[in-house]
Nanobody, 115 residues
Framework: VQLQASGGGLVQAGGSLRLSCEASRSVFIIANMGWYRQAPGKQRELVARITSGGSTSYADSVKGRFTIAKDNAKTTMYLQMNSLKPEDTAVYYC??????????WGQGTQVTVSS
């Protein structure tokens, strides 16, 4: 199963980016999904999660700034990131989880926020 993540880039502090991660329909319709990030020298951390039923949760550091969503018709998950800060700089990974297949990871997309 291949996950296609995109949307990273370089942005100034206060700016916005939207990440996307597309998956096959067979995985998308049953998966719990999430975005993780890993900054240099740090462990990978959960940023936001959305369940197969649509419930969402966020890390405290991004609450009120980031929004996770999914489009069932496009089988794509999104992370809208507003009011970006330099400390948001990291490689962002999409994750899909199903009981049958376990964790599936996208290839990672770099987000760099300049001050």
């Amino acid at each position: 199963v291949q996950l296609q993540a995109s949307g990273g880039g370089l942005v100034q502090a206060g700016g916005s980016l939207r990440l996307s991660c597309e998956a096959s329909r067979s995985v998308f319709i049953i998966a719990n999904m999430g975005w993780y990030r890993q900054a240099p020298g740090k462990q990978r951390e959960l940023v936001a999660r959305i369940t197969s039923g649509g419930s969402t949760s966020y890390a405290d550091s991004v609450k009120g700034r980031f929004t996770i969503a999914k489009d069932n018709a496009k089988t794509t998950m999104y992370l809208q990131m507003n009011s970006l800060k330099p400390e948001d700089t990291a490689v962002y990974y999409c994750n899909y989880y199903t009981r049958a297949m376990g964790d599936l990871w996208g290839q990672g997309t770099q987000v760099t926020v300049s001050s």
